[in-house]
């Protein structure tokens, strides 16, 4: 009887080739998807950001929606978001609160014929 083969030593195996490759091709394409949605979802969170803190200073009582879209086009420049339709952006007032509203949809090409589209709709007050 020869006990050397049944071992757990001699039954471990590492990764095989067609399983590495696998595990790579999975890699890339989570890193592809990662840095092409990413990149949407942190020019949208400034802009947020931006409108957040024109109603939570008050600033935006006295703000025509010309003005609106322009003051967030100036913080957009210097932080170097592109690509932003300022039109997706709309002032109303009713019943003396003022809503920044925001929506808009970006499509984004992923590979070959396949794309992400991503949608936000925020109502800030």
């Known amino acids: 009887m020869n006990t050397l083969h049944n071992t757990p030593a ?13 595990m790579l091709v999975v890699l890339v394409a989570g890193l592809t998807f990662g840095l092409k949605v990413l990149p949407v979802y942190i020019d949208h ?11 939570e200073s ?3 009582n006295s703000m025509t929606q010309a003005e609106l879209r ?7 420049r210097v932080n170097n978001v592109r690509d932003f339709d ?3 952006i709309t ?3 009713a019943n003396g609160s003022n809503v920044i509203s925001i929506d808009y949809e970006r499509r984004i090409a992923l590979v070959a014929n396949i ?10 007050q």
């Open 10 to 22: 001699m039954r471990q195996g590492g990764f095989s080739k067609l399983g590495l490759l696998g």
């Open 45 to 55: 969170n400034f802009v947020h950001g931006v409108a957040d803190e024109l109603v």
């Open 58 to 60: 008050g600033r935006v």
């Open 70 to 76: 322009e003051e967030i086009a100036a913080s957009m």
């Open 86 to 88: 300022l039109n997706s």
């Open 91 to 93: 002032l109303s007032r």
């Open 115 to 124: 794309d992400v589209v991503i949608s936000f709709d925020d109502q800030i």
